[in-house]
């Protein structure tokens, strides 16, 4: 295993989701009026052991997530794998886009990997449709940022073959979610084009991203009249 060059990785994995903020479109629906992805009562950044080393010795922004209680920290620690370490930054007021975190960039997006181990696309974690409203409007994430996902997540996965296996069980995972749930997998393929998988055998389907569903109060706001006044 060769060991990443933090420094570089962040500067080539840097481009928004979208053309504007989606933090924006997200915060009014948190109560603490902060991006659901910034707030540690939501989702809590998890970095390699390097990429700390890496922050710590660049910027201040952060240091170890403690949780709100011991029992907390020690369920997410317990479910945290190994050489990672569970972090907290100093709020969305105090962001500094060249230190966000890996786990900042890619959020609410993974790699998924099919059953036959190709990495063909990327989808997202499926807990936080309540919240991140990029996932109710898959159809805004730019080409830009797909293709700096994808040559991001391949430099990370020959440095670190583990992690590629964490997201192989990770997909695996999803499937079996999605599959007592009948709900197909939404997928953005490295050609740029959106898909539904079925989750039981893998088949593919082409769609309109504008067509998936939206969800918690980002599927009330489509349905009121006029909605489409109002989206990107
Ligand atoms: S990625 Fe999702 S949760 Fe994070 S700021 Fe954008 S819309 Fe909000
Ligand atoms: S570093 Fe920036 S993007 Fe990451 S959690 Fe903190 S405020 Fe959000």
């Not at 989701?17 to 109560?31: K, L, Q, T, V, Y």
């Not at 902060?34 to 009562?41: A, G, N």
């Not at 201040?60 to 620690?77: F, I, K, M, V, Y």
Request: with cysteine; aromatic share 16%; hydrophobic share 35%.
């Amino acid at each position: 295993m060769t060991k990443i060059d933090f420094a570089s990785l962040y500067h080539r994995f840097d481009a928004p989701i979208a053309h504007f903020d989606c933090g924006a479109r997200c915060a009014p629906h948190n109560e603490r009026g902060v991006p659901f992805c910034c707030d540690t009562r939501h989702a809590v950044p998890a970095v390699y052991d390097a990429e700390w080393e890496y922050l710590q010795a660049n910027t201040d922004l952060w240091h170890p997530w403690l949780g709100r209680s011991p029992a907390e920290r020690r369920r997410l620690q317990e479910e945290t794998p190994d050489g990672m370490i569970l972090l907290e930054c100093k709020g969305s007021q105090f962001c500094q886009r060249q230190f966000r975190s890996l786990t900042c960039r890619a959020f609410p997006f993974f790699p998924y990997i099919t059953r036959d181990d190709w990495f063909i696309g990327l989808t997202y974690y499926w807990e936080y449709e309540y919240a991140c409203w990029v996932i109710s409007n898959l159809h805004v994430v730019t080409d830009e940022y797909l293709a700096q996902f994808f040559a991001a997540f391949d430099e990370l996965f020959e440095h670190m073959p583990q992690e590629r296996e964490s997201y192989r069980q990770y997909s695996m995972t999803m499937r079996r979610v999605f599959g007592r749930r009948k709900r197909a997998i939404p997928l953005l393929h490295r050609n740029g084009k959106m898909y539904k998988i079925t989750p039981r055998n893998g088949r593919m389907r082409r769609v309109d991203a504008r067509s998936l569903p939206a969800f918690g109060p980002y599927k009330i706001a489509r349905e009121l009249p006029f909605a489409d006044e109002n989206q990107p």
